[in-house]
């Protein structure tokens, strides 16, 4: 019986697709359930299952932009495929009695099969002194290194240099400089994902009266927190103790009371919701991607720690789901992790606002008179001027500061805790 596989809808709107990857060879044996393709759309990366047991035939190559419902593969349920090799230790291929007799032969022969072993391996790839070094360092041998070679899969790029390099003289763009470097280029076809990406950046800029108000944060109240607690928050919810809760928390109080910052337009329309679904924004190898967190201003910190690490590995996994990354109603975006001092976010569509953080700098603060040095984080938030103010949206950066120099604050939603223990 032949079974055809063919491209599921990733959601609605999305009529086609593009074959990232092969997981499987063609002719290769699968079984019911095993993974068998990854797919980018325009919004995820979703990977495709075989439906039976059998022998799989690939019709559609990897880079192939497809439409909903094509057939990419098909599998014959009465047929055997080859299966997948694996490497067995050297030893245990060899019968008992050759390593034995291995072992009683005399020295020299020994000694000169070793050579003539050497020999043969020293004629499987032309390797400089340099590289021969490298490799016998790791403890990896030249044949192993030649079977990874053949195993290798070889694309445009490596036929152009063989035909450049066929008469032993290459092309004068992909001649090395004395100094050892190269002319190379190399071609790669965008993403779904990455193409989309782009067309919704420029969107941003085109179709939003974007702005961007800045502050900074003395960090100190959260990192002596964090220095005093993580050990026993680890211990009890399992999850490490971050910054991206505390400011996911200060957010949500942020926007209880700034709430034309949890807008969006709707045609001729405003809506402003009552929840706060905050994207967190995840660097992945298929690109930017913002897993949501809902009803955030529902969570302790713990709950937000959790929720943020189970997503952001998802993400990096190419595991995350369409809904997933669906309904949010403001973004948070950390640039700092990569040493980022200050940025200008870009409004994630529809949603209205975006709050970017940076890294932690120690820098001279003034503090009752005096100078001292705290850590120190500018912090930003892109707005939509269209439907935010700038009184609202400054507000909102400034109560979002509020909150993280006086995390205390968080725990009463924002209130005042002195003024709550008088019921002022």
């Known amino acids: 019986m032949i079974i055809e596989i063919k491209v599921p809808s990733p959601g609605e709107s999305i009529t086609e697709v593009q074959l990232a990857s092969w997981l499987v060879d063609d002719g290769e044996q699968v079984e019911k359930d095993d993974e068998i393709a990854e797919i980018d759309s325009d919004k995820a990366t979703l990977t495709i299952s075989a439906e039976d047991t059998g022998k799989i035939s690939l019709k ?3 880079g192939d ?3 909903v419902g ?3 593969a098909t599998i014959n ?3 055997q495929g080859k299966k997948k090799e694996t490497p067995a230790r050297e030893k245990e ?3 008992e009695q050759e390593v034995k007799e291995s072992d009683t032969k005399p020295e020299k022969k020994e000694e000169k099969a070793e050579e003539t072993k050497k020999t043969e391996e020293d004629s499987l790839v032309n390797l400089s002194p340099l590289a021969k070094k490298l490799l016998h360092e790791s403890g990896s041998t030249e044949k192993e290194f030649a079977d990874f070679l053949r195993k290798f899969r070889a694309g445009k790029k490596d036929v152009a240099f063989f ?6 003289q290459a092309s004068p763009l992909a001649q090395a400089s004395e100094q050892g470097g190269t ?3 190399e071609r790669k076809k965008m993403s779904t994902l990455r193409i989309k990406l782009s067309e919704r950046l420029v969107s941003v800029k085109n179709e939003t009266a974007m702005l961007t108000t800045f502050n900074e944060v003395n960090m100190s109240p959260v990192m002596e927190i964090r220095n005093k607690y993580k050990e026993a928050f680890k211990e009890k919810f399992g999850v490490g103790l971050g910054f991206m809760s505390f400011f996911t928390k200060a957010v949500t109080i942020g926007l209880q009371h700034f709430p034309k910052v949890n807008t969006q337009i709707d045609g001729e329309e405003i809506v402003t919701f009552k929840y706060a679904d905050v ?3 995840v660097s992945t190898p298929k690109g930017l991607m913002v897993p949501v967190i809902r009803n955030a201003e529902q969570l302790a910190l713990h709950e937000i720690e959790i929720k943020i690490k189970e997503l952001a590995t998802r993400a990096r996994d190419g595991k995350l789901s369409l809904d997933e990354m669906k309904g949010g109603t403001f973004t948070i975006t950390n640039g700092g992790v990569f040493g980022s001092m200050l940025s200008t976010p870009i409004i994630n569509p529809p949603q209205s606002a975006i709050l970017g953080m940076h890294n932690i700098v120690e820098r001279p603060v003034a503090v009752n008179g005096k100078v001292e040095i705290h850590p120190v984080m500018y912090v930003a938030v892109s707005y939509d001027h269209r439907i935010i103010d700038g009184s609202e949206s400054v507000g909102f950066l400034v109560k979002v500061k509020e909150m993280l120099e006086n995390p205390e604050k968080m725990l009463l939603g924002g209130a005042d805790p002195i003024q709550s223990l008088l019921q002022l």
């Not at 035909?163 to 032993?168: M, R």
């Open 60 to 62: 559609a190559a990897e």
């Open 65 to 67: 932009t497809l439409e």
């Open 70 to 72: 094509a057939v990419i």
């Open 77 to 79: 349920t009465e047929a």
């Open 93 to 95: 291929d060899k019968p």
């Open 163 to 168: 035909l450049d390099h066929k008469q032993g």
């Open 183 to 185: 002319r190379d280029t």
């Open 279 to 281: 994207g967190i924004a």
